[in-house]
């Protein structure tokens, strides 16, 4: 699990770390001096993360959607090289979840002291997932969760995970450009679970925010994405 990343759009540019750094907070360091393109990525035994920099051109409440572009864009990767009957679902704000268990989450990271109506000089979206559980763990006591290695991926070269994602990141992004912030939403509220405190619901995406909202007899809740990421640590 320390090969080379697979070749990659001339816009990329890998940085490969240590099983000791973790790929979002390295992203934050260099994303001022490097600025964006800039990938930084890691496989072990035990997990697989990459981040990618990225300069919006929204302001930071709506730049902030793309951590579920990029959350998109995992479950994409892991669609196409996974095992076919697996289901890969997503659930809010930005986890990754295979058959029913968590198996990992996008994140993103901000410039610090960015007010929401600025446009931020970049921003840093990303992905980390269990490659397989630490030795002595026992599956029964946390079934909620699963590892990559569990779930028929023990094929797939961790690397060759990473570059997918980065693809599929950069094609949500295109995509949202062209056709507008809908089409992105329909990716990712196509694949979004339904859990209890959204049935009978009709879901949408705000555009100004990401927040997910939802409608019941012509009221509308929102909630928030900003607030969701902080709560999960994404």
């Not at 890998?14 to 992203?27: I, M, S, T």
């Not at 496989?43 to 990618?52: F, G, K």
């Not at 919006?56 to 793309?66: F, H, I, Q, S, V």
């Not at 997503?90 to 029913?100: F, Q, T």
């Amino acid at each position: 699990m320390r090969g080379g990343l697979p070749p990659l759009p001339s816009l990329f540019d890998p940085v490969p770390l240590g099983a000791g750094e973790e790929a979002r907070a390295r992203a934050m360091a260099l994303a001022p001096e490097r600025g964006g393109g800039t990938l930084t990525w890691l496989a072990t035994s035990e997990r697989v993360e990459a981040a990618l920099v990225v300069e919006p051109e929204e302001p930071l409440a709506a730049a902030r959607a793309a951590v579920l572009a990029a959350a998109s864009a995992l479950a994409d990767a892991l669609g196409v090289l996974g095992p076919p009957e697996i289901p890969v679902t997503l659930r809010w704000p930005a986890g990754i979840v295979l058959n029913s268990a968590v198996v990992g989450e996008a994140m993103l990271g901000e410039p610090p002291d960015t007010a929401p109506e600025e446009r931020p000089d970049w921003l840093v979206v990303g992905f980390r997932a269990r490659w397989r559980h630490p030795p002595g763990h026992q599956p029964g006591l946390d079934p909620g969760r699963t590892a990559l290695a569990e779930e028929g991926f023990l094929e797939v070269p961790p690397e060759e995970l990473v570059a997918a994602w980065a693809r599929h990141l950069m094609a949500g992004f295109a995509e949202w450009q062209a056709r507008g912030f809908s089409a992105m939403a329909e990716r990712v509220l196509a694949r979004l679970e339904v859990e209890g405190w959204m049935a009978g619901a009709r879901r949408g995406l705000d555009p100004a925010s990401g927040d997910l909202i939802l409608r019941r007899a012509g009221e509308d809740a929102r909630h928030s994405l900003a607030a969701a990421l902080a709560e999960a640590g994404a």
